[in-house]
């Protein structure tokens, strides 16, 4: 027997200028394994066809759909209507980042400007003959490399976290994950004095508080606790 | 004006085109100084709550702070310099703390909203602690500006007077309670923020470390106010003779 | 009016798009990349189980090379790829995914000694080389010879897309995410840029540009049910059909054997690569029966048969989704699967809450073939320049280069992608050095005009007429008329319904009249392009009265080498037109270095062979005969292709000499 449930989505078009906030209920049928993606994508085809969102391979793979649900971050695609027992689900934009339209947020430019501050990239002097045998890499090192590189920018540790809600310049724990990432990439060449130049300030390492709400809401469960002490730990040395 | 301080601020490099070490000594600071306030406010306890034992106790190690064994009756002045260590550590600590509070009303605004959708625990935790420091800037100073001008004023009666006759038991009830959420939670923030205790299962350790928190939390405020009842205690009985000083023969006497 | 100038413009930003702006960036060209999403999010990110190159470190698959890889992918591609396009690929493959490892992709690697492994149900222990330690590991995929998939668990379409974004980051490539091109700027068959609609604020811009490269992935969400993401709706090839570009083989469309049921959500092929099985409702282990050889690891397009067929014999487990399978890789361990299957674990739990390392019946997940990935594409030439257009060139799934004819083997898209991106890249990259081009900027403001009005008059439309309704009515044909099984009765309803439905398109009405920010707006004008792109798989698929490859007709059972071995072009002729016209592009037997036969799998003496076939075969075995010298002058001799000499250098592998 399915159930009547209710989403409630905060609507807003800032670049309207006739468009107010408000908060907008629809009310839907409930279908086994109905997840987020399932119900808005119900809810744009037949109700509000102005609702917008962000989905795009709806497998937790891709991290567009970020959102505050029952306010807590979370992925929407992965989300079951099921989760709720009372059938009522709270929608909001993701906070931290530019709003786009209702539940749309540019997660986009904000991750860009993350990679191109940490330099999001190997760094090295070595030329690589591509034509040559690849460059041995310890098993063990390769899957430690794999377990942080993980990260699919869904930005939900930087939803959760207070230092980023509230001072806008904050790296992130998705920006400290990846500076720990290429720390211990044996193609880098970085040292942690380099690293210290991209994040040795109160907008890098030294902001974070802590608060773990990074590491608690990381749909990928990263190690996102023990890194960031890491790279404090070794930022803190240099 | 130093050229240095000038080139940072506009730049945000140094002469050297490097970053400045300033922030990672600041923050370094800001779990060092915690640290010690921590480690201190728990010996702390552990001093005045040996009037639960017995007045003749905690007497004596009043005086064995006061290096009763190389002076003769004990000075106030090892007790007068730690005041002071502490009261600059203190001040430091708060100083370096209160980068991090909110300030303006958007950042409260948005700070409380977030935490009160997320309800997550840690971010809660962190709240106590940004409101109990906020206190402790007032209630820490008011406590230790007394003790540091009144540094010989520290004993059964002398201490029972100045809770119940001075009337600082109000005082005292805020102290105890804002410093040991506080400190705890200080203390837990520390372990994860630097990664100490981590062991194989960081998640596991963590939650551990936060039972630790709450245990300890929980010990602190008992003791504290079972010391508290104590001094009032005393300091109820102690009130006609208020100003005298307790000897250990006193009590001898008392006893018969 | 609103005019950027770019050399080097690239729609798409998935790995196809970002490694040939890499390619163009190199070269000093100033580089735009176009994206519907934040790139990082590009469905290239959902590739899990890995990338085809013929490394051959792991110790099942050593001996592995080119040669081999090339076999794989021609049978694979059931004769139907152009085999000069094939030989570019397996040659470069090998650099590409040296190339990754260099910007920081974690390909597994090699242990040295013993490991478990499940081969053929069966726990087994082999033994790596000790001088593979720390080289780049491989897995087993379907439809190959060797254990020639590179993986990073099974996240590799992930770790490979974060390193080529951050790649073309670091050589400062412009990427502009949200941006949509709904038209491409042409004049006297040349193409000078895209219309661009932004979704951010929802207004239009003209990019200018000596070269236009498409690289916006595949057309999955014509189909109802589709492992594709949600933005893969064959935009990229509506704009170019709209200019006149020639698409090819649209008809051919991969249908994956294991997605789960009811989500379409995909589980990897590595899943049986890793020794995974298929089972049916008494939980019998079916494919040995139906392919001895390959068992669970033919090709994608036998194996989604076979099991449909199965199915049809009443073997189906009954679910309220209708019928279905089970994939069970209980029996690789809770290990195993929680290290290199943890994203299958993952979906697996939170969308059908079963946990596939929980010990028997309790880990089978429920899988059902569904669309997966589009052999078809823009034609392009080998360079990846449009056959019919200058100055547009399209790489990676949009495009039909043509490496993987009627099918493509797992583990070849992701390869593709980089591949492509690398060889066409380059030659994009030539076009764009070598190009003056006089901008006419009338042209270009017309073209945006046009646009604009276009837009206004959907806006303006008052029709009876839902647009949801229509993409519904369309995903549903195709999904019950254009699917695994075709015949052409339905193929022929399929297009007519499909023809209404594009004519409906022009009697619509949009409820909320704003230009800008407006999803409604945005399916308005997208539907459309998405009903042509429809039309061209499905009269492609009607008119071929033959199986080949993906393509497999009820009707025609026989692969048919005689009158069929040509490749589909289709085509918009007139902008009114409501279907495309279709023309045919042979294969030339005589230049083929391995001419048609059995592929090895799939059912036997199933094919109208070609008489040329045998003719051809006679003379390669007589230069294989005659020949004395190595492997590559013996290629050479066979059927020689046009390469960049940085790519067609030998790839030395593990035992070559100078290591």
């Known amino acids: ?238 | 004006m130093s050229q240095e301080n000038i080139i940072e601020s506009l730049t945000g490099k140094t002469s050297k085109k490097k970053k400045s070490r300033i922030p990672a000594k600041l923050d370094f600071l800001q779990s060092a100084t915690g640290l010690i306030l921590a480690i201190f406010m728990i010996f702390h306890m552990l001093f005045v709550s040996t009037i639960l034992i017995s007045k003749d106790f905690m007497y004596s190690v009043t005086k064995a702070f006061e290096l009763s064994f190389i002076f003769e009756g004990g000075s106030t002045v090892p007790v007068f310099i730690s005041i002071l260590i502490i009261f600059i550590i203190f001040i430091f600590h708060a100083f370096l703390a209160m980068r991090k509070f909110p300030i303006s009303y958007k950042e409260v605004l948005r700070l409380k909203t977030h935490s009160d959708l997320m309800n997550h625990g840690d971010t809660k935790l962190w709240i106590i602690q940004v409101v109990t420091g906020f206190l402790l800037f007032f209630l820490g100073s008011v406590h230790l500006y007394i003790m540091l001008t009144n540094p010989g004023n520290i004993g059964p009666f002398a201490s029972s007077d100045r809770v119940y006759s001075d009337t600082m038991w109000p005082l005292y009830i805020l102290l105890l309670i804002a410093v040991e959420f506080h400190g705890a939670i200080g203390l837990y923030r520390l372990s994860v923020k630097w990664g100490w205790f981590e062991g194989s299962d960081p998640k596991k350790s963590r939650k551990r470390l936060k039972k630790a928190k709450w245990i300890l939390s929980g010990v602190m405020l008992v003791l504290g106010a079972a010391t508290l009842v104590a001094y009032m205690k005393i300091g109820a009985e102690h009130q006609s003779n208020y100003g005298e000083r307790y000897t250990i023969q006193t009590e001898v006497q008392n006893a018969y | 009016m609103h005019i950027r100038y770019t050399d080097a413009l690239i729609i798409g930003g998935g790995l196809a798009g970002l490694r040939s702006a890499i390619a163009t960036s190199e070269r000093g060209l100033d580089t735009i990349v176009l994206s519907l999403v934040p790139v990082k999010r590009s469905h290239s990110s959902a590739a899990q189980g890995g990338m085809q190159a013929s490394l051959g470190n792991s110790i099942m698959g050593e001996g592995d090379n080119e040669d081999i890889h090339f076999s794989d992918t021609v049978k694979g591609s059931d004769w139907g790829c152009d085999q000069e396009v094939a030989r570019m690929f397996v040659q470069t493959a090998p650099k590409a995914i040296r190339e990754l490892a260099a910007w920081g992709v974690p390909w597994n690697r090699v242990v040295k000694g013993e490991r478990a492994v499940v081969i053929n149900a069966k726990h087994t222990t082999i033994t790596e080389k000790e001088e593979a330690h720390g080289l780049i590991n491989a897995r087993d995929f379907g439809g190959t010879k060797k254990w020639r998939t590179c993986y990073t668990a099974d996240a590799t379409g992930h770790t490979m897309l974060y390193a080529v974004t951050n790649e073309a980051m670091k050589r400062g490539v412009v990427i502009e995410d949200k941006k949509e091109a709904i038209s491409l700027i042409m004049k006297d068959g040349q193409c000078f840029g895209a219309i661009v609609r932004d979704l951010k604020k929802g207004g239009l811009s003209a990019y200018v540009a000596k070269g236009t490269m498409i690289a916006t992935g595949g057309y999955g969400r014509i189909y109802k049910q589709s492992t594709n993401a949600t933005i893969c709706k064959g935009t990229g090839h509506a704009i170019a059909l709209e200019a006149g570009a020639y698409l090819g083989n649209m008809e051919a469309i991969q249908f994956h054997p294991t997605p789960m049921v009811p989500s379409g959500i995909l589980l990897t092929e590595g899943c049986r690569g890793d020794g995974g099985v298929l089972r049916d409702k008494d939980g019998y282990r079916f494919m040995p029966d139906y392919e001895p050889e390959k068992k669970d690891l033919a090709s994608r397009d036998v194996v989604s048969r076979r099991m449909l067929e199965h199915i049809k014999k009443g073997k189906g487990v009954k679910s309220s989704y209708g019928d279905h399978l089970w994939l069970d890789i209980s029996i690789l361990g809770r290990e195993h699967i929680e290290k290199n299957l943890r994203d299958v674990q993952d979906i697996s739990m939170t969308f059908n809450g079963i946990d596939p390392a929980d010990k028997d019946e309790n880990g089978w997940m429920p899988v059902l073939p569904m669309q997966h990935y589009s052999m078809g594409g823009i034609r392009t030439t080998p360079k990846g320049q449009s056959v019919n257009i200058k100055g547009l060139f399209s790489c990676g799934e949009a495009a039909c280069w043509d490496m993987h004819g009627f099918n493509r083997l797992g583990g070849n898209s992701v390869s593709e992608t980089v591949v492509a991106g690398m060889i066409v890249g380059n030659y994009f990259a030539d076009f764009c050095e070598e190009t003056g081009i006089a901008i006419d900027t009338k042209m270009v403001q017309d073209e945006l005009g046009k646009q604009d009005e276009y837009i206004l008059g959907i806006l303006a439309c008052d029709g009876n007429e839902k647009i949801f309704d229509i993409k519904d009515k369309m995903r549903n044909i195709m999904q019950d008329k254009v699917g695994i099984f075709r015949n052409g009765k339905d193929l022929e309803e399929a297009v007519e319904e499909l023809k209404i439905l594009l004519q409906k398109t022009k009697n619509i009405t949009v409820a909320n009249k704003c230009r800008l920010l407006n999803p409604e707006l945005e399916e308005a004008y997208k539907v459309p392009m998405m009903l042509k792109v429809a039309l061209c798989v499905a009269k492609g698929a009607r008119d071929r009265t033959e199986s080949r490859g993906a393509h497999f007709r009820e009707d025609y059972l026989k692969r048919d080498d005689e009158n069929w071995l040509n490749r589909t072009i289709s085509y918009w002729k007139n902008k009114d037109d409501l279907e495309p016209a279709l023309k045919y592009e042979e294969l030339d037997i005589m230049k083929m270095e391995i001419p048609p036969a059995f592929r090895g799998y799939g059912r036997k003496g199933f094919i109208l062979e070609n008489p040329l076939s045998q003719k051809r075969q006679e003379e390669v075995d007589k230069i294989i005969e005659n020949h004395k010298s190595d492997r590559g002058s013996l290629q050479e001799k066979l059927m020689p292709y046009e390469l960049q000499a940085e790519y067609k250098i030998k790839n030395q592998r593990l035992g070559d000499e100078d290591e």
Request: glycine share 6%; net charge negative; charged share 30%.
């Open chain 1, 1 to 238: 027997m399915s159930r009547e449930i209710t989403i409630t989505a905060l609507k807003y078009n800032p670049s309207d200028c006739n468009s107010k906030p408000t908060f907008v209920d629809y009310k839907l049928q409930e279908e086994p394994g109905m997840t987020l993606y399932i119900a808005l994508t119900k809810i744009k085809a037949t109700v509000d066809h102005d609702l917008s969102s962000d989905f795009v391979c709806r497998a937790g793979i891709c991290g567009a759909c970020g959102m505050i649900i029952n306010g807590k971050p979370k992925l929407a695609c992965k989300t079951l209507t099921s989760d709720f027992k009372d059938g009522k689900i709270e929608l909001l934009p993701l906070p931290t980042f530019p709003l786009i339209k209702d539940l749309s947020v540019d997660t986009g430019s904000w991750m860009k400007n993350m990679s191109i501050r940490v330099n999001s990239w190997i760094v090295t002097n070595e030329k690589t003959d591509i034509s040559k045998l690849e460059k041995r890499i310890e098993p063990e090192v390769a899957d430690e490399v794999f377990e942080l590189d993980r990260c699919i920018e869904c930005g939900l540790c930087v939803a959760g976290c207070s230092t980023a809600i509230m001072r806008k310049d904050f790296v992130g724990a998705v920006g400290l994950n990846r500076v720990a990432r290429f720390s211990i990439d044996p193609h880098d060449e970085r040292t942690d004095e380099d690293f210290y130049e991209l994040i040795g300030d109160d907008e890098g390492i030294f902001g974070c508080m802590s608060l773990l709400a990074c590491e608690d809401y990381c749909p990928k469960n990263l190690p996102l606790q023990s890194k960031i002490a890491y790279m404090r730990r070794k930022m803190i040395k240099v």
